[in-house]
């Protein structure tokens, strides 16, 4: 199919580039200018419309294998696809876990025959991420896998850390780590402070996250390894990465919009679609986590969608599952939380959401760029809405974000110079 | 008299109003539970079913006690020997006991928001017997009752908690129920038992036991739950004692005629000593007197309630 999109407004991460026409062959962009004239299958009207880079995310749940009562590779990739993520990158915490080529390889074929935007699993730092024995990074690495994590499940000995690190930077593996000290943790389900006080809910300190952020930061500095943060969620957080960076560790860093949008009084109630971890934090940290995207002290917006079924959620507060769905929500959020109020500009957004994680995950995608796989978004920004649970594509709706009024709606997904969503 | 809600599910949500139509209905109630015959028919025909998920001894018998004083069917759910065992989730368990035909569930659970859940998905009201480290809230009514009673009001008294306040539903719905009613609320404990934001609460955190009791209307200790306790979170009992026992020493400086109080069961010598617990300030047995009478009010306005 060759498609010509006349006149929008092409954001790449570094300029604006206003009434352009875009000409998809063959999956490619294949010519960016004012007044194509080439022929094409399907002409599109811009009108007013931008064309973003497709958005990657750097950090999700697919949930596949294991537990596709909650989510699979075919409902978590239209999921994203109609949230604007034309590049997924998985979280291994399936069942079995991602550890091995063999999972790696089912998941790459299902999403091949499945899928409708481009997979990308990340395998695991250990063995079942058990936290003792190394995976097998490399026969991962050949399967397909572009980072290693152990995400929810942190590597609490330090030095099975530090042993992950140097082997998978051997195969130019990037390494995530999700910050959190499990013994300061103490089975906590939400934020410690006045709010978990009140609902009488056991406290996970933000120290638990700190602490671990400083020993990430201590250990890619002592071995020269790089090392990424997942979901930053406090204000001594984004000042340990801050400081890293000038000082020339070479760490970077995610957040998720519920980070910059939404506070542990969502908790109340005991409202069991706010329970993530990291949990929600207090006004003073939101305000730091704008102000660590601002500065460029957080590099990467991930989604940390993490799909729970409805009677999962529906228990006591304790008992239920860490996480919401994210892909449909984020851009939105971002949108409307960060540009709107002019904390970032819409080149800075398309950096973060795009270009810096690709960057990250070391895949060609993240730009528009005549020659490059035409992955791209078509979004009407002014359109305002509120958010709808129900219209969700993903099998779950365990977001918070229900009747949240936004801007920002993705009209057209590209994958590769197809489309995969159109409003 | 009537309450505005189906539930009973913590003090937060309770308004001043019905805290005082409650506390007065309770003085009618303690008439009948002091009284020769033990019998009126305010709840003929409903039926109170108790599901307890945590043992109690006092608390269940003294719901089980109010309603049949007032000629309910009182159904006891034991946990180990229901549908629970076999992994039913608590929204079934609601469900099914609503499908019986019960009037009121009174539930007592490990987790902070149990109640809360169950009241959201059942047709029956719901009244909170303490959820997790979150509410008591008909501790804190007859907690009040006990004080209103013996001192004439609440407005203006000067009260100190001390203790496990952690771990204390106890704790959190009396200063919610008493900073509504007006009273000072001063709080003692070590400080690994003390949780983050409690002035937000409105109370006073006091440097010492006797910071805490000074010119005290009102002492109330509480009971070290050593069962919720993953980890101890103080050096030994006989540390304790020592530091944060109540004791004839550092009470003095309340007024001489201050209420002793505990919600029981007592570890005896750890929060109080043996001769303040039998001594002539403790209101101890009072309070479990007064409980039967104040949980004899909630059932009866609860019921009353839907035939207005």
Redesign the interface.
């Known amino acids: 199919m060759r498609y010509l999109i006349k006149n929008v407004r092409l954001v790449n991460h570094d300029a604006v580039t206003e009434n352009v026409d875009l000409y998809i062959d063959n999956g490619i962009v294949a010519h960016i200018g004012k007044d194509c004239l080439q022929d094409a299958d399907r002409i599109l009207e811009g009108n007013g419309l931008y064309a973003l880079p497709g958005l990657v995310d750097a950090h999700c749940h697919l949930r596949d294998p294991g537990f596709e009562y909650k989510e699979d590779i075919a409902s978590g990739t239209r999921s994203a696809a109609k949230g604007g993520f034309t590049s997924i990158a998985c979280m291994p915490n399936t069942n079995p876990v991602v550890d091995n080529a063999a999972v790696v390889r089912y998941i790459m074929d299902k999403a091949k025959r499945e899928g409708v935007v481009n997979v990308y699993p990340i395998g695991s730092i250990t063995k079942g991420q058990a936290g003792e024995e190394l995976s097998e990074m490399g026969s991962m690495k050949e399967a397909g896998i572009v980072a290693v994590s152990d995400d929810g499940r942190p590597v609490m000995n330090s030095s099975v850390m530090k042993k992950g690190m140097i082997y998978a930077s051997q195969f130019n593996l990037p390494v995530i780590s999700h910050c959190e000290d499990l013994d300061l943790a103490e089975g906590g389900s939400m934020n410690e402070g006045v709010v978990s006080t009140m609902l009488g809910l056991r406290g996970i300190p933000s120290s638990a996250e700190d602490v671990m952020v400083a020993r990430e930061i201590l250990l890619s500095e002592y071995t020269k390894v790089p090392i990424h943060i997942a979901h930053v969620s406090t204000k001594t957080s984004v000042q340990l990465i801050r400081d890293a960076k000038r000082r020339g560790v070479k760490v970077t860093a995610e957040t998720c919009p519920h980070y910059f949008t939404l506070t542990e009084e969502a908790c109340k109630g005991y409202n069991t679609n706010a329970k993530m971890n990291p949990p929600l934090r207090t006004s003073e940290d939101v305000e730091a986590v704008k102000e660590g995207l601002r500065d460029g002290t957080i590099d990467i917006i991930a989604t940390d969608h993490a799909p729970h079924h409805f009677d999962e959620k529906n228990v006591e507060f304790d008992l239920a599952p860490n996480g919401i769905v994210g892909f449909e929500t984020a851009f939105p959020l971002s949108y409307t939380y960060l540009v709107a109020t002019g904390i970032l500009s819409l080149p800075q957004l398309v950096h973060k959401l795009s270009t810096a994680p690709s960057k990250l995950l070391n895949i060609d995608r993240g730009t528009i760029e005549t020659g490059k796989a035409a992955d791209i978004i078509l979004v009407d920004l002014d359109n305002e809405y509120s958010i709808d649970v129900s219209a969700f594509l993903s099998k779950s709706k365990n977001s918070p974000f229900d009747g949240f009024k936004v801007k920002g709606r993705i009209v057209t997904t590209f994958v590769s110079g197809r489309i995969v969503y159109e409003a | 008299m009537k309450l505005r809600s189906k539930d009973i599910l913590g003090l ?1 949500d309770m308004s001043p109003e019905d805290i005082g139509t409650i506390l007065d209905t309770a003085r009618d109630m303690k008439k009948i539970v002091v009284g020769k015959i033990k019998r009126v028919n305010y709840l003929q025909g409903r039926t109170v079913v108790t599901l307890f998920y945590e043992n109690s001894t006092r608390t269940r018998v003294s719901f089980e006690l109010a309603s049949k004083y007032m000629g309910a069917n009182a159904v006891n759910v034991s946990v180990a020997t229901s549908s629970v065992a076999k992994g039913e ?3 079934d368990t609601g469900r099914t006991l609503d499908a019986m035909g019960t009037d009121i569930i009174i539930i007592r ?1 490990s ?4 109640p ?2 169950l009241a959201r998905n059942v047709k029956a009201s719901v009244i909170n017997a303490g ?5 008591h809230p008909t501790q804190a009514l007859l907690d009040m009752f006990t004080i209103k009673e013996a001192l004439g009001g609440i407005k203006g008294l000067k009260v100190a908690i001390l203790g496990d306040i952690y771990h204390s ?1 106890v704790a ?1 719905s009396n200063i919610i129920g008493l900073k509504k009613m007006g009273a000072e609320v001063n709080v003692y404990a070590p400080s690994t038992l003390m ?4 002035e ?2 409105g109370a006073r955190i006091c440097e010492s036991i006797e910071d805490a009791v000074k010119d005290c209307d009102v002492v109330m200790s509480l009971r070290i739950q050593l069962e919720r306790q ?1 980890k101890a979170l103080f050096p030994s009992p006989a540390e304790y004692s020592r530091f944060f026992g109540l004791n004839g020493e550092n009470i003095k400086g309340a007024r001489k005629d201050v209420l002793l109080m505990h919600p029981g069961p007592v570890n005896r010598g750890l929060e109080m000593t043996s001769a303040l617990i039998d001594g002539d300030n403790s209101v101890i047995e009072t309070q479990v007197t007064n409980g039967v009478a104040v949980r004899m009010a909630l059932l009866y306005l609860l019921t009353g309630r839907e035939e207005k």
């Not at chain 2, 959820?131 to 509410?135: I, W």
């Not at chain 2, 949780?195 to 409690?198: C, K, L």
Request: hydrophobic share 30%; charged share 30%; proline share 8%.
């Open positions: 937060e989730t608590l929204i659970h987790k902070s928001g149990a809360h859940l959820d997790g480290m979150h509410e539903r959190r949780p983050p934001g409690m937000a609460y993953k």
